[in-house]
């Protein structure tokens, strides 16, 4: 097996990845790693925008009490401080690079999303993700201490005296250790558990399953957001893993059942500005109530909706549906997770040299259920604090540590069979038994079949379907577990046997194996 050493190692590169990557290049040798393409990450797909206070009328102690307000009683006070304070300069920083949001007469046009006191997203059309990831990455691609490697899938990370030296994975299939003096996870969420995701096919949940293989603990996993809109196909065909950015209802569009009526005052006195939870199980209620879709009626949108949102007026007319007409068919999904491998607000875990930034950690910053838009300046900010710290702490050498070979297995075509079908069904008894409502006798059931597909974590093969497969029954399993532990319902997560708060378990929960977590 070929070795490759730098100074430092960055496993995905959507903004948390970028950010830190350019911020450790001023000190050092980077090397950027995607599963994929360099363009392929869920920052990258992105909409609605990123929330800043830089409004003149806002201030980041309103965005502070958004943030808590939101997090449902769980967010970890001191990170959504740093997120809210440093996030301006952030911003300011990605303006100068060149970031291009969307102005009104040389003012920033700042729009509205549920949940905000303020009109403090700024967007670039729907494609602010985009926008963002190309200004990093455009600067990163003329860094010359920054190098990008794509198609390497990282299969296990390298610890060694309870240290983080590296990782083994398979670059274009071929196995390669990379050893550094740091590595960053940013390899975003696990959305791919769920049949209906609007993430992409990478956010198999690797990051959180690699760091909990190595060592890592991993908190608030129970805490899935699900997006209340995507484009809903019709009734037994799947749900699209489209996105309909939650912008379209802070700029006036409305809710309406499959009888036409408007509903949301039936569930929050914010109507379609509540909490994405509470949108998203509303419209869970009246698509169980009705056994169809509901949707989305523009209106009462003072825009041009072509103009400001391009990417959604093209996509819908590529399924009959004319925005600037037509009410816009939708439906929940999986969208992300609240929990991740637990970090301080530097992005530590508790492995020395390993660090985690951006929806695969998690240090409280979201709690219960995250406020629209506050992800990508997640990654931007801690990204760039957890390259800030490991220069200013790390200055050991690169590990020159002799690793033994690796022999190249290839699984069997009747076991990699199996193993797709593992993968569907892991998808779907997800989506029924661990989703946006659960229930105790549900949550057992997934328990019991998750542990029946557990014998293909014993395969040790070189093979990426096999290995993201298991990642995903990993992750699934730190999932229900938390799920079922957690009797309550608090933001994201809601126990239709438990429907109310329960103070006494207000805490997070701490997994550091794939049986039931504990109370921190």
């Not at 449902?72 to 740093?82: F, H, P, Q, S």
């Not at 509303?282 to 009626?297: R, S």
């Not at 949108?301 to 004319?322: A, D, H, M, Q, W």
């Not at 240090?363 to 992800?375: D, P, Q, Y």
Request: with cysteine; glycine share 8%.
């Amino acid at each position: 097996m070929s070795t490759t050493k730098t100074d430092y190692l960055v496993i995905g590169c959507g903004i948390a990845g970028l950010s830190a990557a350019l911020h450790l290049a001023k000190h050092g040798k980077v090397i950027v790693l995607s599963k994929d393409t360099i363009r392929e990450s869920s920052s990258n797909y992105a909409q609605g925008g990123i929330a800043v206070a830089l409004e003149k009328s806002d201030t980041p102690s309103l965005h502070y009490q958004d943030t808590l307000e939101a997090g449902a009683g769980l967010c970890n006070k001191e990170a959504v401080k740093v997120l809210v304070e440093e996030g301006p300069s952030r911003v300011n920083e990605l303006i100068n690079m060149g970031a291009n949001f969307d102005k009104i007469n040389g003012n920033f046009d700042f729009s509205q999303e549920a949940a905000h006191s303020k009109r403090r997203i700024l967007h670039a059309k729907d494609t602010t993700g985009k926008e963002i990831v190309k200004t990093l990455g455009n600067r990163a691609l003329k860094e010359p201490n920054i190098t990008f490697n794509q198609s390497t899938f990282v299969t296990k990370l390298l610890i060694e005296n309870k240290q983080c030296i590296g990782f083994e994975a398979l670059q274009k299939k071929i196995p390669i250790t990379y050893l550094a003096k740091a590595v960053v996870l940013s390899t975003g969420g696990c959305g791919q558990v769920y049949q209906y995701t609007t993430n992409r096919s990478v956010s198999t949940g690797d990051g959180m399953a690699l760091g909990i293989n190595a060592g890592c603990k991993i908190t608030d996993m129970e805490f899935i957001q699900f997006h209340p809109t995507t484009l809903y196909q019709g009734d037994k065909k799947t749900i699209s893993i489209f996105l309909i950015t939650e912008a379209i209802r802070g700029e006036g569009a409305i809710l309406r059942n499959s009888k036409g009526e408007r509903f949301m005052q039936k569930y929050h006195p914010q109507l379609e500005m509540a909490p994405r939870d509470v949108v998203a199980r509303a419209i869970f209620k009246e698509m169980e109530d009705t056994n169809e879709a509901v949707y989305l009626d523009l209106d009462q949108v003072k825009k041009n909706v072509k103009e400001r949102f391009p990417t959604i007026y093209k996509r819908c007319l590529e399924s009959g549906i004319n925005i600037s007409r037509d009410y816009i068919p939708v439906s929940p999904a999986a969208h992300y997770c609240m929990g991740g491998l637990k970090t301080t607000t530097w992005g530590e875990t508790n492995i020395a040299h390993l660090y985690a930034a951006g929806e695969v950690a998690s240090l409280g910053l979201h709690g219960a259920n995250r406020l629209a838009s506050n992800s990508l300046l997640d990654g931007l900010v801690f990204g760039h604090r957890a390259a800030e710290h490991i220069i200013n702490t790390i200055k050991t050498t690169i590990p020159n540590t002799p690793l033994p070979s690796q022999e190249t297995k290839e699984i069997p075509n009747y076991k990699l069979a199996s193993v797709k079908v593992i993968r569907q069904k892991i998808k779907k008894l997800m989506w029924k038994y661990v989703g946006i409502v659960r229930q105790e006798t549900g949550l057992k059931k997934a328990l019991e079949q998750l542990k029946q597909f557990e014998w293909i974590l014993d395969i040790d093969d070189a093979n990426e379907v096999l290995i993201e497969t298991q990642h995903m029954l990993t992750v699934s399993k730190l999932i229900t577990h938390s799920a079922l532990v957690r009797e309550e319902s608090r933001g994201a997560h809601y126990r239709e046997d438990f429907p109310k708060e329960n103070e006494g378990i207000k805490k997070h929960l701490l997994a550091k194996s794939l049986e039931a977590p504990q109370t921190l």
